[in-house]
Protein backbone atom coordinates (compact mmCIF):
# COMPACT_ATOMS: atom_id res chain seq x y z
CA UNK A 1 0.00 0.00 0.00
CA UNK A 2 1.58 3.59 -1.27
CA UNK A 3 1.78 6.69 1.49
CA UNK A 4 -1.14 8.49 -0.43
CA UNK A 5 -3.26 5.01 0.19
CA UNK A 6 -2.12 4.69 3.72
CA UNK A 7 -3.11 8.01 4.10
CA UNK A 8 -6.84 7.89 2.83
CA UNK A 9 -7.05 4.16 4.92
CA UNK A 10 -6.41 6.13 7.85
CA UNK A 11 -9.04 9.12 7.30
CA UNK A 12 -11.69 6.73 6.44
CA UNK A 13 -11.30 4.63 10.01
CA UNK A 14 -10.36 8.03 11.78
CA UNK A 15 -13.81 9.09 10.38
CA UNK A 16 -16.08 5.99 11.06
CA UNK A 17 -14.53 6.28 14.88
CA UNK A 18 -15.66 9.78 14.96
CA UNK A 19 -19.18 8.97 13.44
CA UNK A 20 -19.07 5.80 15.83
CA UNK A 21 -18.36 7.67 19.17
CA UNK A 22 -20.57 10.67 18.12
CA UNK A 23 -23.62 7.97 17.77
CA UNK A 24 -22.45 6.38 21.18
CA UNK A 25 -22.42 9.90 22.79
CA UNK A 26 -25.93 11.34 21.29
CA UNK A 27 -27.38 7.89 22.87
CA UNK A 28 -25.72 8.43 25.97
CA UNK A 29 -27.15 11.90 26.46
CA UNK A 30 -30.77 11.56 25.92
CA UNK A 31 -32.91 11.50 28.06
CA UNK A 32 -34.36 8.29 28.72
CA UNK A 33 -38.09 9.80 30.57
CA UNK A 34 -39.89 11.51 27.81
CA UNK A 35 -43.37 12.78 28.04
CA UNK A 36 -46.51 11.47 25.87
CA UNK A 37 -50.12 12.51 27.18
CA UNK A 38 -52.83 10.08 27.30
CA UNK A 39 -54.76 11.67 24.75
CA UNK A 40 -51.74 11.37 21.94
CA UNK A 41 -51.22 7.61 23.67
CA UNK A 42 -54.79 6.21 22.68
CA UNK A 43 -54.90 8.74 19.32
CA UNK A 44 -51.47 7.29 17.79
CA UNK A 45 -52.53 3.33 18.93
CA UNK A 46 -49.85 2.47 21.02
CA UNK A 47 -50.46 -0.19 22.97
CA UNK A 48 -48.66 -1.79 25.91
CA UNK A 49 -48.26 -4.95 27.82
CA UNK A 50 -47.32 -6.58 31.10
CA UNK A 51 -43.43 -7.68 31.28
CA UNK A 52 -43.48 -11.33 31.73
CA UNK A 53 -40.26 -13.11 32.80
CA UNK A 54 -39.15 -16.35 30.84
CA UNK A 55 -42.70 -18.50 30.60
CA UNK A 56 -41.31 -21.00 27.41
CA UNK A 57 -43.01 -18.76 24.80
CA UNK A 58 -39.54 -18.57 22.78
CA UNK A 59 -39.01 -21.53 20.35
CA UNK A 60 -35.93 -22.34 18.72
CA UNK A 61 -35.61 -24.58 15.82
CA UNK A 62 -32.42 -26.92 14.83
CA UNK A 63 -32.26 -30.54 12.25
CA UNK A 64 -32.61 -33.38 13.44
CA UNK A 65 -32.18 -36.97 12.31
CA UNK A 66 -34.19 -39.62 12.99
CA UNK A 67 -32.85 -42.70 13.87
CA UNK A 68 -33.03 -46.15 15.49
CA UNK A 69 -32.05 -46.71 18.90
CA UNK A 70 -29.49 -49.45 19.50
CA UNK A 71 -30.96 -51.66 21.85
CA UNK A 72 -33.59 -51.81 19.16
CA UNK A 73 -31.39 -52.97 16.33
CA UNK A 74 -30.34 -56.82 15.67
CA UNK A 75 -27.79 -57.85 13.17
CA UNK A 76 -27.94 -61.67 11.51
CA UNK A 77 -24.90 -62.97 10.83
CA UNK A 78 -23.73 -66.42 9.97
CA UNK A 79 -23.25 -68.36 13.28
CA UNK A 80 -20.35 -71.34 10.53
CA UNK A 81 -18.80 -71.01 7.26
CA UNK A 82 -21.17 -71.65 4.99
CA UNK A 83 -23.44 -71.21 1.26
CA UNK A 84 -26.28 -68.97 1.62
CA UNK A 85 -29.12 -71.52 0.60
CA UNK A 86 -32.58 -69.87 0.56
CA UNK A 87 -33.54 -65.93 1.46
CA UNK A 88 -36.72 -66.35 2.95
CA UNK A 89 -37.53 -62.27 3.83
CA UNK A 90 -37.36 -60.03 1.43
CA UNK A 91 -36.59 -56.17 2.60
CA UNK A 92 -38.44 -53.56 4.23
CA UNK A 93 -40.73 -56.31 5.45
CA UNK A 94 -42.30 -57.06 8.42
CA UNK A 95 -41.05 -59.80 10.80
CA UNK A 96 -42.28 -61.36 14.13
CA UNK A 97 -40.14 -63.31 16.85
CA UNK A 98 -40.03 -66.49 15.32
CA UNK A 99 -39.68 -65.93 11.08
CA UNK A 100 -37.47 -67.96 9.50
CA UNK A 101 -35.16 -65.31 7.85
CA UNK A 102 -32.30 -67.29 5.62
CA UNK A 103 -30.91 -70.91 5.03
CA UNK A 104 -27.58 -71.76 5.71
CA UNK A 105 -26.04 -74.72 4.11
CA UNK A 106 -22.44 -75.82 5.77
CA UNK A 107 -20.04 -78.46 6.23
CA UNK A 108 -19.02 -77.31 9.54
CA UNK A 109 -22.48 -77.84 11.10
CA UNK A 110 -22.04 -81.34 10.21
CA UNK A 111 -19.01 -81.68 12.33
CA UNK A 112 -20.61 -80.48 14.86
CA UNK A 113 -23.69 -82.76 14.70
CA UNK A 114 -21.18 -85.82 14.23
CA UNK A 115 -19.69 -84.70 17.93
CA UNK A 116 -23.57 -84.71 18.95
CA UNK A 117 -24.14 -87.71 17.96
CA UNK A 118 -20.97 -89.18 19.55
CA UNK A 119 -21.07 -87.60 22.43
CA UNK A 120 -24.94 -88.99 23.22
CA UNK A 121 -24.03 -92.64 22.47
CA UNK A 122 -21.59 -92.59 25.05
CA UNK A 123 -23.52 -90.59 27.85
CA UNK A 124 -25.97 -92.78 27.13
CA UNK A 125 -23.65 -95.63 27.36
CA UNK A 126 -21.90 -94.46 30.66
CA UNK A 127 -25.59 -93.76 32.12
CA UNK A 128 -26.56 -97.34 31.54
CA UNK A 129 -22.97 -98.12 32.86
CA UNK A 130 -23.62 -96.24 36.09
CA UNK A 131 -26.72 -97.82 36.45
CA UNK A 132 -25.78 -101.45 36.26
CA UNK A 133 -22.66 -100.58 38.48
CA UNK A 134 -25.17 -99.43 41.33
CA UNK A 135 -27.30 -102.34 40.92
CA UNK A 136 -24.47 -104.63 41.80
CA UNK A 137 -23.33 -102.56 44.78
CA UNK A 138 -26.68 -103.14 46.17
CA UNK A 139 -26.49 -106.10 45.98
CA UNK A 140 -22.69 -106.60 47.58
CA UNK A 141 -21.55 -108.19 44.41
CA UNK A 142 -18.72 -105.17 43.68
CA UNK A 143 -16.81 -102.85 45.79
CA UNK A 144 -17.97 -99.06 46.02
CA UNK A 145 -15.18 -97.84 44.65
CA UNK A 146 -16.25 -99.28 40.84
CA UNK A 147 -19.69 -97.11 41.13
CA UNK A 148 -17.78 -94.40 41.69
CA UNK A 149 -15.73 -94.71 38.73
CA UNK A 150 -19.37 -95.31 37.13
CA UNK A 151 -20.94 -91.98 38.41
CA UNK A 152 -17.66 -90.13 37.32
CA UNK A 153 -17.69 -91.24 33.24
CA UNK A 154 -21.29 -90.80 33.81
CA UNK A 155 -20.74 -87.25 34.99
CA UNK A 156 -18.06 -86.68 32.39
CA UNK A 157 -20.05 -88.11 29.08
CA UNK A 158 -23.07 -85.40 29.99
CA UNK A 159 -20.63 -82.83 30.14
CA UNK A 160 -19.15 -83.60 26.54
CA UNK A 161 -22.99 -83.59 25.92
CA UNK A 162 -23.39 -80.21 27.03
CA UNK A 163 -21.01 -78.70 25.22
CA UNK A 164 -21.73 -80.55 21.55
CA UNK A 165 -25.60 -79.35 22.58
CA UNK A 166 -24.46 -75.62 23.00
CA UNK A 167 -22.26 -75.61 20.07
CA UNK A 168 -25.06 -76.12 18.29
CA UNK A 169 -27.16 -73.54 19.68
CA UNK A 170 -24.20 -71.30 18.87
CA UNK A 171 -24.85 -72.08 15.51
CA UNK A 172 -28.50 -70.95 15.39
CA UNK A 173 -30.09 -74.46 15.26
CA UNK A 174 -33.27 -74.61 17.93
CA UNK A 175 -33.09 -77.02 20.85
CA UNK A 176 -36.23 -78.57 19.23
CA UNK A 177 -34.12 -80.00 16.81
CA UNK A 178 -30.98 -80.43 18.32
CA UNK A 179 -33.31 -82.99 20.46
CA UNK A 180 -34.40 -84.12 17.06
CA UNK A 181 -31.40 -84.99 16.00
CA UNK A 182 -30.11 -87.18 19.06
CA UNK A 183 -32.89 -88.82 19.23
CA UNK A 184 -33.49 -90.21 15.38
CA UNK A 185 -29.44 -90.10 14.60
CA UNK A 186 -30.38 -88.06 11.48
CA UNK A 187 -28.03 -85.14 10.85
CA UNK A 188 -29.08 -81.80 8.44
CA UNK A 189 -27.13 -80.03 5.73
CA UNK A 190 -28.68 -76.98 6.70
CA UNK A 191 -29.63 -74.33 9.56
CA UNK A 192 -32.46 -71.84 9.13
CA UNK A 193 -31.85 -68.60 11.37
CA UNK A 194 -35.09 -66.45 12.38
CA UNK A 195 -35.78 -63.62 14.40
CA UNK A 196 -35.58 -63.17 17.73
CA UNK A 197 -37.29 -59.54 17.41
CA UNK A 198 -40.63 -58.08 16.22
CA UNK A 199 -39.47 -55.31 13.36
CA UNK A 200 -38.61 -54.83 9.79
CA UNK A 201 -35.98 -56.05 7.40
CA UNK A 202 -34.11 -52.90 6.70
CA UNK A 203 -31.14 -54.02 4.67
CA UNK A 204 -30.03 -57.54 3.44
CA UNK A 205 -26.48 -57.99 2.79
CA UNK A 206 -26.29 -61.48 0.49
CA UNK A 207 -27.93 -63.25 -1.93
CA UNK A 208 -28.41 -66.70 -2.57
CA UNK A 209 -25.55 -68.95 -3.74
CA UNK A 210 -22.58 -66.50 -1.72
CA UNK A 211 -20.32 -68.40 0.43
CA UNK A 212 -20.07 -66.54 3.53
CA UNK A 213 -17.16 -66.66 6.39
CA UNK A 214 -18.44 -67.28 10.03
CA UNK A 215 -19.66 -64.31 11.84
CA UNK A 216 -20.26 -62.45 8.25
CA UNK A 217 -23.26 -60.24 8.83
CA UNK A 218 -26.39 -61.51 6.59
CA UNK A 219 -29.28 -59.03 7.36
CA UNK A 220 -30.58 -56.25 9.66
CA UNK A 221 -33.84 -56.17 11.48
CA UNK A 222 -34.89 -52.37 13.01
CA UNK A 223 -37.72 -52.16 15.84
CA UNK A 224 -39.53 -48.92 13.88
CA UNK A 225 -41.77 -48.56 17.87
CA UNK A 226 -38.74 -47.31 19.47
CA UNK A 227 -37.10 -44.30 17.32
CA UNK A 228 -34.76 -41.45 18.80
CA UNK A 229 -34.30 -37.83 17.29
CA UNK A 230 -30.90 -36.81 17.07
CA UNK A 231 -30.60 -32.95 17.33
CA UNK A 232 -27.99 -31.36 15.53
CA UNK A 233 -27.06 -28.40 18.11
CA UNK A 234 -24.24 -25.27 17.18
CA UNK A 235 -21.47 -25.78 19.66
CA UNK A 236 -21.94 -22.08 20.40
CA UNK A 237 -25.55 -22.42 21.75
CA UNK A 238 -26.55 -23.04 25.03
CA UNK A 239 -27.29 -26.46 26.24
CA UNK A 240 -29.07 -25.66 29.21
CA UNK A 241 -31.96 -28.37 28.61
CA UNK A 242 -32.43 -30.53 31.44
CA UNK A 243 -33.40 -34.20 30.84
CA UNK A 244 -37.12 -34.24 30.46
CA UNK A 245 -37.76 -31.73 27.95
CA UNK A 246 -40.33 -32.05 25.30
CA UNK A 247 -39.51 -31.36 21.95
CA UNK A 248 -41.58 -30.98 18.72
CA UNK A 249 -41.22 -31.76 15.40
CA UNK A 250 -42.57 -29.16 12.98
CA UNK A 251 -45.21 -30.18 10.72
CA UNK A 252 -46.07 -33.58 12.22
CA UNK A 253 -48.57 -34.37 15.36
CA UNK A 254 -45.09 -35.95 16.66
CA UNK A 255 -43.53 -34.92 20.30
CA UNK A 256 -40.16 -36.30 22.16
CA UNK A 257 -38.52 -36.18 25.48
CA UNK A 258 -34.61 -34.92 25.34
CA UNK A 259 -32.50 -38.17 27.18
CA UNK A 260 -29.20 -36.29 27.06
CA UNK A 261 -26.52 -33.94 25.46
CA UNK A 262 -23.48 -35.23 23.98
CA UNK A 263 -20.47 -33.59 25.38
CA UNK A 264 -18.09 -34.49 21.96
CA UNK A 265 -17.93 -31.88 19.68
CA UNK A 266 -17.88 -32.64 15.77
CA UNK A 267 -14.41 -31.42 14.03
CA UNK A 268 -15.85 -30.85 10.85
CA UNK A 269 -19.10 -29.67 11.49
CA UNK A 270 -18.77 -27.85 15.08
CA UNK A 271 -22.35 -29.23 16.19
CA UNK A 272 -22.96 -31.36 19.33
CA UNK A 273 -25.77 -33.71 19.56
CA UNK A 274 -28.90 -33.39 21.71
CA UNK A 275 -31.11 -36.55 21.98
CA UNK A 276 -34.61 -36.88 22.25
CA UNK A 277 -36.94 -39.96 22.44
CA UNK A 278 -40.20 -40.28 20.44
CA UNK A 279 -43.16 -40.76 22.57
CA UNK A 280 -46.04 -42.34 20.37
CA UNK A 281 -46.72 -41.84 16.80
CA UNK A 282 -43.41 -43.34 15.57
CA UNK A 283 -45.49 -44.04 12.26
CA UNK A 284 -45.27 -40.65 11.21
CA UNK A 285 -41.58 -40.47 11.02
CA UNK A 286 -39.03 -42.50 9.11
CA UNK A 287 -35.50 -43.61 10.11
CA UNK A 288 -33.12 -41.66 8.58
CA UNK A 289 -35.59 -38.81 7.69
CA UNK A 290 -33.97 -35.65 8.24
CA UNK A 291 -36.43 -32.95 10.32
CA UNK A 292 -37.05 -29.76 11.71
CA UNK A 293 -37.63 -29.51 15.39
CA UNK A 294 -38.62 -26.71 17.91
CA UNK A 295 -38.10 -26.62 21.46
CA UNK A 296 -38.09 -23.65 24.27
CA UNK A 297 -34.95 -21.30 24.44
CA UNK A 298 -32.63 -22.56 27.11
CA UNK A 299 -33.21 -20.77 30.26
CA UNK A 300 -30.95 -17.39 30.88
CA UNK A 301 -31.04 -15.90 34.26
CA UNK A 302 -32.63 -12.33 34.72
CA UNK A 303 -34.22 -12.28 31.43
CA UNK A 304 -37.16 -11.18 29.81
CA UNK A 305 -39.68 -12.49 27.12
CA UNK A 306 -40.94 -9.48 25.41
CA UNK A 307 -42.58 -9.04 21.78
CA UNK A 308 -39.83 -8.40 18.54
CA UNK A 309 -42.25 -5.16 17.88
CA UNK A 310 -41.61 -4.06 21.73
CA UNK A 311 -37.70 -3.74 21.07
CA UNK A 312 -36.23 -0.23 19.14
CA UNK A 313 -32.79 0.20 18.61
CA UNK A 314 -30.88 3.13 18.69
CA UNK A 315 -27.36 2.34 16.70
CA UNK A 316 -26.05 -0.79 18.41
CA UNK A 317 -28.29 -0.61 21.22
CA UNK A 318 -31.58 -1.97 22.00
CA UNK A 319 -34.38 0.02 24.15
CA UNK A 320 -38.20 -1.21 25.28
CA UNK A 321 -40.87 1.62 26.85
CA UNK A 322 -41.50 1.21 29.53
CA UNK A 323 -45.18 3.42 30.99
CA UNK A 324 -44.70 5.95 33.34
CA UNK A 325 -46.85 8.56 35.07
CA UNK A 326 -45.91 11.46 32.69
CA UNK A 327 -45.45 8.85 29.50
CA UNK A 328 -42.59 6.53 28.55
CA UNK A 329 -39.01 5.49 29.89
CA UNK A 330 -36.45 4.33 26.86
CA UNK A 331 -34.97 1.63 28.84
CA UNK A 332 -31.99 0.15 26.98
CA UNK A 333 -31.67 -3.75 27.37
CA UNK A 334 -29.62 -6.65 25.59
CA UNK A 335 -31.03 -9.08 23.14
CA UNK A 336 -29.95 -12.22 24.05
CA UNK A 337 -32.39 -15.04 22.25
CA UNK A 338 -34.78 -14.14 19.27
CA UNK A 339 -36.89 -16.76 17.57
CA UNK A 340 -39.82 -15.67 15.50
CA UNK A 341 -41.75 -12.77 16.70
CA UNK A 342 -40.74 -13.28 20.64
CA UNK A 343 -37.12 -11.89 21.83
CA UNK A 344 -35.61 -12.60 25.52
CA UNK A 345 -33.99 -9.67 26.74
CA UNK A 346 -31.58 -9.03 29.75
CA UNK A 347 -32.13 -5.22 31.28
CA UNK A 348 -33.00 -3.86 34.28
CA UNK A 349 -36.64 -4.51 33.98
CA UNK A 350 -39.27 -5.78 36.71
CA UNK A 351 -42.06 -7.98 36.44
CA UNK A 352 -45.15 -6.57 35.98
CA UNK A 353 -44.17 -3.54 34.05
CA UNK A 354 -46.14 -2.17 31.22
CA UNK A 355 -43.64 -1.80 28.54
CA UNK A 356 -44.90 -0.59 24.82
CA UNK A 357 -45.76 -3.81 22.28
CA UNK A 358 -47.38 -1.74 19.30
CA UNK A 359 -46.50 2.39 18.44
CA UNK A 360 -43.13 1.56 19.04
CA UNK A 361 -41.83 3.72 16.20
CA UNK A 362 -43.56 6.70 17.13
CA UNK A 363 -42.41 5.96 20.67
CA UNK A 364 -38.76 5.93 19.25
CA UNK A 365 -39.21 9.64 16.77
CA UNK A 366 -40.92 11.05 19.83
CA UNK A 367 -37.58 10.03 22.23
CA UNK A 368 -35.67 11.31 19.54
CA UNK A 369 -37.33 14.52 19.17
CA UNK A 370 -37.70 14.94 23.26
CA UNK A 371 -33.73 14.89 23.18
CA UNK A 372 -33.35 17.64 20.46
CA UNK A 373 -35.84 20.06 21.85
CA UNK A 374 -33.59 20.24 24.67
Known amino acids: MNKRNL???????????????TATAQAANRPLKFTVPDSQIQALGIQTAPLQSQNGLIKVRFPAEVVVPTTAKQVVSSPVAGLVA????????????????????SPQL???????????????LARQSALREQTLFDEGIIPQRRVQEAQAALM???????????ALRLSGMSAATIQHIAATGKPQDSITLA???????TEIAVTPGQRVEAAAALLHVAQTGSLWLDIQLPVSENMNWPAGTMVKVLGRDVSARILSVSRIVSPSSQMVVLRAAVEGKTGLIRSGEVVTVELPAAAIPDSWEVPLSGVAHDGNQ????????QGFEARPVKVVVSAGQRVRVQGSLTVGEQIAVSGV??????????????
Not at 8 to 21: E, G, I, P, Q, T
Not at 110 to 124: E, I, P
Not at 361 to 374: D, P, R, T
Request: aromatic share 6%; hydrophobic share 50%; with cysteine.
Open 7 to 21: RFHSYVCAVAMACAF
Open 195 to 201: ATQAGIV
Open 361 to 374: VVLKGAWLNAKESK
Open 110 to 124: GQLQLQLLQATARAR
Open 156 to 166: EGEAVLNQATA
Open 318 to 325: AYVFVRTS
Open 86 to 105: QLLVQQNQTVRPGTPLVRIA
